[in-house]
């Protein structure tokens, strides 16, 4: 059983910044990818930052230079450092972890930017 705890949502206006973390426990692969992704009412989820399972980062366009994911002194945690934020970041983000064949995510926490 894997369990992902997110936190560090809310509400903040443009150009602001905010720091969500993902805590990650159970039973995990020591191979996998960890990071974040979103979804804004009415679009579908996409990818945010990612830890790929060789270590590298990638990042969705739109976010390139603003967001910054990190690691914990354990692999098990990741963070999203979001800076410069825009009306458009408003979403709700989710952490995802996951290894061939699985894939599990956290409960999602809320983040708006006011414009």
């Known amino acids: 059983q894997v369990h992902l705890v997110e936190s560090g949502g809310g509400l903040v206006q443009a150009g602001g910044s905010l720091r969500l973390s993902c805590a990650a426990s159970?039973?995990?692969?020591?191979?996998?990818?960890m990071g974040w992704y979103r979804q804004a009412p009415g679009k579908q989820r996409e990818l945010v930052a990612v830890?790929?399972?060789?270590?590298?980062?990638n990042y969705s366009d739109s976010v390139k230079g603003r967001f910054t994911i990190s690691r914990g002194n354990t692999k098990n945690t990741v963070y999203l450092q979001m800076n410069s934020l825009k009306p458009e970041d408003t979403a709700v983000y989710y952490c995802?972890?996951?290894?061939?064949?699985?894939?599990?995510w956290g409960q999602g926490t809320q983040v708006t930017v006011s414009s």
């Open positions: 995802k972890l996951g290894w061939v064949p699985y894939d599990y």
């Open positions: 159970g039973t995990i692969s020591s191979i996998n990818t």
């Open positions: 830890f790929t399972s060789g270590g590298s980062t």
